[in-house]
């Protein structure tokens, strides 16, 4: 429970620290919560910003971390106070007793109560998924133990730019692992903030619940917010970034243009995938100044210019680390082209995007190609055959975005529509056809979801409203069921009812080797992890043993002596080793480490069996460093 | 515009169609938005979710 307080008074220190910045520059936003989801974005990206600068300094110590929240949340304190009297004002002015008859009061109870059941899950232990244990929670506690940004060679992701990871490195520093997931959390919740503001901006409030309902019950959103995976705050910076474009067309003047850019910038900085906001940011720049504004060639590629230079800004750390490092700035995206030592990457995609002709290719689409791929990419089977929950988007979009055709009456509804469609398509193109990876596309597409289901709901003919909103509380009562079953199983290490310990004992296999690892062996112990990926719970240092790595290649030790030397050199003292490697980690190249001849001949020649239990086991190497 | 509107809805006509229109298509969307609702919660196991709980309830 201490993380939800820390997470909350996190928020609001973001939030006054945010408010500061953009009043001083002489911000004025229309509607209150316009005002709050810009000054979050800021007062967040600032943090990042913040302690990006610590990690290339090499001082991710404790007591800089905490002196840098400390003044960081001192400087919004003033705003925070204003912003509160402003609230207090709002809600005796706003809330009546008659909106509890209000079907939109019930919308926002409801997907509260399942962001809710969300929370309960961000509450336990890290556990499950793979990729938070494996890096997205794991480096952060990496560099915090070197107290810089250090150089994994082993483990994905350690050069791709991380700003929410930074996030998540405040969390790990203050408290654990928990306060890291409910800054997930949190950042899915200020997805929804972000989608009820910009529709009470550019269409009505009512439109943003019915939008924030639809984005908040996706199966992707369900699943992934409470996770340590960074998706939902590229969604929010992604979205702020087009919200603050959109301010710009409405109202041209250089310093909404400057936000957009930082915050396209920041987003970028968040994940490869944010650079998306970039692709279509700057054409849509283009578009309007040359074709709608008819304002000139020249000046519309000045403004663009001034757009994308000052969007690299807050990425280009993450980009000079990465070349400094690999000699390829977006490693590992187009290794082909770039090289460099570490010229491999996990996702290197295979249809040839690792070269800029490959890029250039993949751009123009052929119709055999969409043939191919259309499983995988059409909304139809995202929502009802999605490969896995990461692609699961729910029932909400192939269910009423047929409607837009009726209801979109507005040249801006033709816009949103226009918008989405080109995202879909870059979701598709360049990426990988995930969309936890676009969860943008979706927030805005839940808005327009919320156009028909508005109209729907607010049709002239009672029968169809009201036939309407039973099918729609229906489904959120199944998806609230859902949530329950999700989360029954955490409720008790959430409420504190049963031990943290215990509850990863049982419910995160690599738990109990992890902590044998950790109580029993040696303080200057180094682990070489075989068939594994997830570090977080190891506190001795270690490097992967997954078949992209170039720290270890069996292929070029011919005896096990030759094995024995190399792990020598590596200053490796002990293996931990998956009893039986799954049939997908065998597609992707692992050994089957037990079956396999020379793995055999080297643990018989020179390992020592430490610990196992049904899963792993533990050995020393002999005569080990 | 709120004459206009007014002018429209006597005619029978709403944004240059008549209100039929309108009123087919709501209908049309709301039995697609129903159809869809139902195969999907069906198909994706959701009532056994709901007959899990009962069960344990009653």
């Known amino acids: 429970m201490i993380e939800l307080f820390l997470a909350f008074f996190f928020l609001i220190a973001a939030a006054g620290n945010g408010s500061f910045i953009l009043s001083r520059l002489g911000f004025v936003f229309p509607f209150w919560i316009e005002e709050l989801s ?69 919308l926002v109870l409801l997907f509260i109560l399942g962001t809710g059941l969300n929370l309960l899950r961000a509450m336990a232990p890290p556990h499950g998924a793979t990729d938070p244990l494996a890096y997205q929670l794991a480096l952060p506690k990496i560099f915090l133990e070197k107290h810089f940004f250090s150089f994994e060679p082993t483990v994905t992701g350690t050069l791709y730019p991380s700003n929410i990871n930074l996030l998540f490195l405040v969390g790990i520093a203050l408290r654990n692992g928990i306060l890291a997931q409910i800054f997930h959390w949190a950042l899915g919740m200020l997805s929804l903030l972000a989608i009820v503001g910009f529709s009470q901006r550019f269409f009505t409030l009512r439109v943003g619940i019915w939008g924030a309902t639809f984005f908040s019950f996706m199966p992707v959103v369900v699943i992934g917010s409470p996770l340590g995976y960074v998706d939902l705050g590229l969604c929010f910076f992604q979205f702020m970034a087009f919200w603050g474009l959109i301010n ?25 995938q944010g650079i998306a906001s970039l692709m279509v940011g700057g054409p849509f720049i283009l578009t309007i100044w040359i074709l709608v504004w008819r304002l000139g060639v020249w000046e519309g590629m000045k403004n663009a210019g001034v757009f994308l230079a000052i969007a690299l800004i807050p990425v280009v750390p993450w980009y000079m680390r990465s070349y400094w490092v690999s000699g390829n700035p977006f490693w590992p995206l187009m290794s082909g082209f770039w090289g460099g030592e570490f010229s491999y990457g996990p996702i290197t995609a295979k249809d040839g995007t690792s070269s800029l002709a490959g890029v250039v290719g993949i751009a123009l689409p052929s119709l055999e190609w969409f043939r191919i791929y259309w ?34 009456r507005e040249r801006k509804h033709y816009f949103l529509l226009g918008f989405c469609v080109v995202y879909l398509l870059i979701l598709v193109k360049f990426l990988h056809m995930n969309p936890r990876y676009g969860l943008v596309l979706f927030a805005f597409a839940g808005i327009l979801s919320g156009l028909v289901a508005e109209g729907l709901a607010s049709s ?6 009201l036939l309407f909103r039973f099918g729609i509380l229906a489904t959120i009562f199944l998806n609230l069921v859902w949530g329950h079953f999700l989360s029954k199983s955490v409720a008790g290490v959430a409420l504190g009812a049963e031990s943290r310990d215990s509850f990863l004992q049982v419910s995160e296999p690599i738990y109990r080797v992890m902590k044998f690892a950790n109580e029993k062996l040696p303080s200057t ?9 997830k570090g977080f719970y190891c506190d001795h240092p270690y490097i992967w043993d997954h078949p992209y790595q170039k720290v270890i290649e069996y292929a070029r030790l011919k005896t096990p ?41 080297f643990r018989k020649e020179y ?3 430490v610990y196992r239990d049904e899963y792993f086991v533990l050995f020393q190497i002999k005569d080990g460093v | ?53 009962f069960s344990g309830i009653f």
């Not at chain 1, 002596?561 to 049939?583: D, F, K, Y």
């Not at chain 2, 709120?2 to 298509?25: H, I, T, V």
């Open chain 1, 607 to 609: 390992l020592q069996l």
């Open chain 1, 460 to 465: 002239r003919t009672w029968t169809v409203s």
């Open chain 2, 1 to 53: 515009m709120q004459e206009k509107e007014a002018a429209q809805e006597n005619s029978g006509e709403l944004g240059g169609k008549p209100k039929s229109f309108y009123l087919a298509g709501e209908i049309l969307i709301l039995c697609w938005v129903l159809g869809i609702f139902y195969f999907f919660y069906r198909r994706q196991g959701y009532f056994e979710l709901v007959e899990e709980i």
């Open chain 1, 375 to 408: 499983d995988s990419m059409s909304p139809w089977n995202w929502t009802f055959s999605p490969q896995g929950w990461q692609k699961a988007i729910g029932v909400y979009f192939v269910a009423l975005l047929p409607g837009v055709f009726l209801f979109a």
């Open chain 1, 38 to 106: 810009f000054s979050l974005a800021v007062g967040l990206a600032v943090l990042m910003l913040l302690v990006l600068a610590l990690g290339l300094a090499h001082l991710l110590y404790l007591y800089a971390v905490v002196l840098l929240i400390v003044i960081w949340g001192g400087i919004g304190f003033k705003q925070v106070l204003l912003m509160m009297f402003r609230l207090k004002a709002w809600a005796m002015k706003s809330l009546k007793i008659s909106h509890f008859k209000s079907l939109y009061f019930w």
């Open chain 1, 248 to 272: 710009w067309f409405e109202k041209p003047e250089r310093k909404n243009l400057v936000l957009a850019a930082v915050l396209t910038g920041v987003a970028m900085g968040t994940k490869h």
């Open chain 1, 525 to 533: 112990s180094r682990i070489l992890f075989q068939g594994i990926v």
């Open chain 1, 561 to 601: 002596e030759e094995l024995r030397a190399h792990l020598r050199t590596l200053g490796i003292s002990h293996i931990i080793r998956m009893i039986r490697v799954p049939q997908g980690r065998l597609n992707l190249g692992y050994p089957q480490y037990f079956l396999d001849e020379f793995h055999e001949e």
